[in-house]
């Protein structure tokens, strides 16, 4: 299962729909505390992650969801997605164990 959290509705629908397309089980939610409920009971294979919940567009309130995903499960692979990345926001990412950085629009 695929677990994408992004508080915006048209992000989750649109990978909801390109990843079921393609067969994967997918799971969303624009909640960050829901996310860690999530992660603890279904155990995902991937997560597709936003830096940004709030009008705060500086990626901390996604750094700090990832550092705890990573408490829980260092291995567990994250994508970090957001439309105001810079490379300072990626290699920040990187250090804190995400496997990728992805600017919207895709």
């Not at 860690?36 to 009971?41: C, G």
């Not at 279904?42 to 997560?47: D, F, G, Q, S, Y």
């Not at 567990?76 to 950085?101: H, Q, R």
Request: hydrophobic share 45%.
């Amino acid at each position: 299962m695929i677990l994408i959290i992004d508080d915006d509705i048209a992000v989750r629908t649109s990978l909801q729909l390109l990843l079921k397309s393609e067969g994967y089980a997918v799971a969303d939610t624009s909640l960050p505390g829901e996310a860690l409920t999530i992660i603890k009971r279904r155990n995902p294979e991937l997560i597709i992650l936003d830096l940004n919940f709030s009008i705060d567009t500086s990626g901390d309130e996604g750094m700090r969801l990832l550092a705890k995903i990573k408490q829980i499960n260092p291995a567990l692979p994250v994508i970090l997605i957001t439309g105001w990345g810079s490379i300072e926001l990626a290699v920040k990412g990187m250090k804190l164990g995400a496997n990728d950085f992805i600017n919207k629009p895709w």
